[in-house]
């Protein structure tokens, strides 16, 4: 069993930054792919960002080269530094783990961009 909790939403202004985290827990071992995802109210859930245990990454054409996606292996963590963020962004982030074949989903953080 997986467990996830996020930190860093919040309030931010359009074109400034957040960070958020996701620290994974349990008994882990070599977790393969982590990710963000969001959903804004009124849509479906969408991929944000990705990235391997090798660390190849992938992203949403919309937030390409404003967000990027890393991780601690040694601390099973994933981040999103969010930079130039738009109103757009606006959502619930849900960290995601894939682990041995099974799908681990974060409580949600809101993040909200103000104009």
């Known amino acids: 069993q997986v467990q996830l909790v996020e930190s860093g939403g919040g309030l931010v202004q ?5 960070r958020l985290s996701c620290a994974a827990s349990g008994s882990i071992f070599s ?8 959903q804004a109210p009124g849509k479906q859930r969408e991929l944000v960002a990705a990235i391997t245990g090798g660390g190849s990454t992938n992203y949403a054409a919309s937030v390409k080269g404003r967000f990027t996606i890393s991780r601690d292996n040694a601390k099973n ?7 130039s963020v738009k109103f757009e ?4 982030y849900y960290c995601h783990v894939y682990y041995r074949w099974s799908s681990y989903w974060g409580q949600g953080t809101q993040v909200t961009v103000s104009s």
């Open 14 to 18: 359009a074109g400034g930054s957040l």
């Open 77 to 83: 963590t994933v981040f999103l530094q969010m930079n």
């Open 89 to 92: 962004d606006t959502a619930v």
């Open 31 to 38: 977790i393969d792919s982590m990710g963000w995802y969001r």
